[in-house]
């Protein structure tokens, strides 16, 4: 079984070769060519060694029946056979006459009997028998001359001839063998040497050039096409290794992290700057999912978004510009980053580009800006245009509960006559200490601002009248107490006007005018504090 | 090639027949090859030694007349009996003597005739033509006259 396997293998790798089909070509083509060209040969070779000896046969036997005379005694015509005999490939002389009496019975032979013959190899008995006329001088036949010639030479030259044929063709076929075996040979060499050198580029290694002596044309022909192509792919790797290498050191370089993810949402590529935006080490983050640089509320979705865009093609951030983000560092804090995403390409497959530049110094800065613009930078407290925005805020919400909701507008009183005894070091410390003092009595969800010189506003969602009744009152005993500044004890008082949602307007500006009515008039009159429209009043304040 | 072939072919069939074993033995014919013209020209006698220089492509007159010879293939037989009995050559030879000749001296080789019908006809049309064939089968054909016997002998 292991050698009809063995067998088998070797006749399959020989047809499917080029040696083994050449071979095989020249053995077919040679075992129908060869048959019929030397049979042709051998053919047209017989015919004119046998046609040669019959001409020999019958223009020697007329020459012979010449040499007899019919008037010769019978001893000369004795001897004439016997030189007959003697002479040529003749082994058989018998001379009768016309009537068939054996004037001289049969020389040479004496097995053969005459038979005639008309062709070569006729009777099967290797001897041509030919009976010729004797005639007189006025052409009478007195007598027969039968002869007999041996075929044996011209037989031994046919199978002479047939053994050359046989011996030439065995060498041809054989030298026909050979030669096309050392050219396949040769071939096959090439083609398997073109063979490796192309495994060996397909490998990458372009480095060793290829060079192939070959006389076959064609073989050097793709032989040179190859190593072009060797050297154009070698040329193309080191532009290609040049170009990655500076687009490398360039994302490198770059101010702002670049983190390349694929489908799944796992990181391929994590940048320098990446490496410090976010604390970790490119090796650290590479292969695991970006959701590592998310906060857990983002990253819980983040997968679902990916799933999501996929799927429907839907974007919140992918090509949709610069968007702010968080991020979460390694040591677990987040911050604010800058991100866009965009989609690639890259051999097939789609990656996601994200390009993240920090930037919590702009937010912190344009959260002091936006500090600066709504509070005052004195107390603290939020300055008229917030206060106005938390008017509004407020009585939006109310109007949408249909609740109540109270504006006190607190001046205090002899703040002038202060700045003008003790200087404005001493009006300004005052005010902080009064808006301190406000803050401390109000709920968290209560609004004081500083509305505009030594005016505090103070919003109070939710609280009607009596609420803020009692607000006001609390105010005006906080302000009440003296404030020490630089040793000195400084004693203010304060008026309020109360102005009640949706009881004395609907609006910020009509809230805010009447409760200013309401605080003069309870300045004029020292009332302490004033409801609006009513008579409700509070305790007097302080001189 | 074709004729060539054919004629080999023809050959080989008859050889085989001859040499059949018990048969070649068995069939041992008397046979006649004679001389022929059409029985329409005038009686006239041919010796062997003109018959031969007639078919070798040389003039020979008989009253006057130049004769023709009409060369019969029809039958490989009669036709080898005659080359061997009154030509005393191989068929190619005897062929190569006749081109020969026609290149030296001029002239035409005597048609060959490989059908027999075709044969009977040009006789017939040609008063002056003569031919070879078995006497079993000119006595077939009353339009001919024997003109002399060439040989006869026994074929086994």
Known sequence: MVWQHRIKRTCNSLCNSLTGRLIAGIVVIHGLLLPLFFGAVLFLMKEGYESQFVEYVRSSAALYAHMIRPGDPEPARRNTLDDILLSGQINFVELETPDGRLLHPSLGNQRLRFQEDFFFGQHNDQTYFIAVPVNDDEGTTFALLRLGFSEQLTLEQIAKAYRRALVISAAYFLLSALFVSLVSILITRSIRQIGDTSRAIARGELERPFSLRTSIGEIRQLADNLEHMRQTLLRDRQEIQDREARIHAIVENMAEGVITIDERGVVESFNQAAERLFGYRAEDVMGRNVSLLMPPEIAANHSDHIRRYLATGEAKIVGQGPREVTGRHKDGHCFPVELSVSELVVGGRRVFSGILRDITERVEQQNLLEYQATHDPLTGLPNRTLCLDRLQQMLALSRREKSHSALLLIDLNLFKEVNDTYGHDYGDALLKEVAHRLISITRHSDTVARFGGDEFIILLPGQDESGAAAVAKNVLDTIAKPVKVKDTRLEVGASIGIAIYPQHGDNDHELIRNADQAMYKAKRQHLGYQLCGSDTTGSTPPA | ?156
């Not at chain 2, 008859?14 to 006649?32: D, N, Q, S």
């Not at chain 2, 062997?48 to 007159?61: A, C, I, N, Y």
């Not at chain 2, 050559?89 to 006749?98: F, G, H």
């Open chain 2, 1 to 156: 090639m074709s004729g060539l072939a054919g004629k080999h072919l023809t050959r080989l069939c008859l050889l085989l027949a001859l040499l059949a074993p018990g048969i070649g033995t068995a069939i041992a014919e008397e046979k006649t090859l004679v001389l022929v013209s059409s029985r329409s020209a005038p009686a006239f006698q041919l010796t062997r030694k003109e018959t031969r220089l007639l078919f070798m492509g040389l003039p020979v007159d008989k009253g006057g007349r130049p004769l023709q010879a009409l060369l019969n293939a029809s039958d490989p037989l009669a036709y080898q009996v005659f080359l061997q009995k009154v030509i005393y050559m191989s068929a190619q030879n005897y062929e190569k003597r006749l081109l020969s000749k026609v290149f030296r001296l001029g002239g035409r080789r005597p048609p060959k005739f490989r059908d027999p019908q075709q044969l009977l006809r040009a006789l017939s049309a040609q008063p002056n033509a003569v031919s070879f064939m078995w006497e079993s089968r000119a006595r077939h054909h009353p339009q001919l006259r024997i003109v002399a016997r060439l040989w006869s002998g026994s074929i086994e």
